[in-house]
């Protein structure tokens, strides 16, 4: 039998009015463990969940790499469906899809406003911004078609005073001449990232071929998704032993670069956010820490005659020590325990009801974000067990220094 635990268990369980003193300690020290933790389980998951949700909408806009003519992305790529299967069967690559852009100049009766109008053919993933739509439908895009429809963000709409349907025109300076075009305004999106919602405009690959004076092959280049985003500079890696050397119809050869590289800002701005997380985790931590430690002195002190009971009838102090190091245990298993209950719950009870919401303008998002994460909640449950306990050593030595005769004294 475990002596320590056996102790261990009575002195947790004992629910004597003498010790009066303890019971409020022991609560406190619950109530300490169960806030750091609950606490450190919400800023965890905010913080996963905006940091993915953010990088989702810069994906979504940009996909995982984009390979585009070493020149400059103004200078064209020819891009048949065997150079994207060739893309495609890059080790870590699952998708590939031309794009063409250009920009211009949408004018309504009113106002007006410069735009980048992103040209997709057939291949393009359209899940993202079918999930961004708030008006409208997403048209099905084609690369032989005529038509010119136009996907326009909720600002755009509402600067330019623009509804389903609404015919407006676009204007586009060549070399030597200025071209218009009318277009037809057919879905409305929203992502709330200002960037990207004030200038990109979308329509078929062909139009914008067209304004370029590009034929059926040629694009700005390629957009790929990636299997593992942590392991996006590998797979860029591969990517360049691909596109190394080789030129395409008209020789010219390409490069692709990481949607890091090219918003490095913004990406850098995330990575900053892990330094508030570990701050917080240090401080919760150290809170949990200190009501253990406090609250193991005052049950120490109180226990001060069974400990010395306890040394008379020759129990040895290592014996002693282990005995309130698991009744600690105890106390902070129950701490973790409700942490988890009142921290998951918060998680749960925002992804499921948006109950905080935020200015979209600001953070990007319109309801906090949150992301359940199973394995760093018990990274963080084990990791506090252990720290906690740890930091509860050095206490338990004061047992040392009770002496038998005199604790029970005045007994």
């Known amino acids: 039998m475990n002596f320590p635990l056996f102790i261990a268990r009575r002195i947790y369980s004992d629910q004597d009015d003498r010790h009066k003193v303890s019971r409020p300690a022991i609560r406190i020290a619950t109530i300490g463990v169960a806030i750091g933790l609950a606490v ?40 048949d469906d065997s150079t994207l299967q060739a893309y495609e069967s890059v080790e870590g690559i699952t998708h590939a899809e031309r794009i063409a852009l250009t920009q211009g100049i949408l004018k309504t009766d009113d106002d007006f406003l410069g735009i980048v109008l992103k040209g997709i053919g057939p291949e393009y993933d359209t899940t993202f911004i079918s999930n961004s739509m708030v008006e409208g439908r997403l048209p099905q895009f084609s690369d032989s078609t005529t038509k010119y429809p136009l996907v326009v963000s ?156 306890l040394k008379a009838l020759g129990t040895r102090n290592s014996t002693i020590r282990h005995t309130f190091l698991w009744f600690a245990a105890f106390i902070i298993g129950r701490g973790l325990l409700w942490g988890n209950i009142v921290g998951i719950g918060i998680v749960l009870l925002q992804q499921y009801t948006g109950i905080v919401t935020l200015d979209a303008q600001t953070y990007y998002v319109s309801e906090a974000p949150m992301e359940l994460n199973i394995p760093f909640i018990v990274l963080l449950n084990v990791a506090t067990l252990i720290i906690s306990v740890f930091v509860l050593i050095a206490p338990s030595y004061l047992v040392s220094h009770i002496h038998p005769a005199r604790s029970m004294h005045y007994e």
């Open 40 to 79: 450190m389980i919400i800023t965890v998951s905010v913080v996963l969940g905006f940091k993915h949700t953010i990088r989702d909408k810069v994906v979504g806009f940009g996909s995982h790499l984009q390979v585009y003519n070493v020149q400059a992305t103004g200078f064209p790529l020819c891009i």
């Open 154 to 309: 909720r600002s755009m709409a509402d600067k330019l005073r623009l509804h389903i349907g609404d015919r407006v025109f676009a204007y586009f300076i060549g070399e030597d001449d200025v071209r218009a075009r009318k277009f037809t305004v057919s879905g409305i999106y929203q992502t709330n990232m200002r960037r990207f919602d004030d200038m990109i405009c979308l329509t078929d690959l062909c139009v914008t071929q067209r304004l370029n004076n590009w034929d059926s092959l040629q694009c700005t280049g390629a957009e790929l998704t990636v299997s593992d985003f942590d392991n996006l500079k590998g797979i860029n890696l591969n990517m360049q032993r691909l596109l190394h050397g080789k030129t395409d119809r008209d020789g010219n050869m390409s490069v692709s670069y990481t949607i890091t590289e090219t918003y490095p800002q913004l990406f850098s701005w995330l990575d900053l956010l892990d330094i508030n997380v570990w701050i917080i985790l240090g401080l919760m931590i150290a809170v949990a820490g200190f009501t253990m430690i406090s609250g193991l002195l005052i049950i120490i002190l109180e226990r001060t005659q069974m400990i010395g009971l």
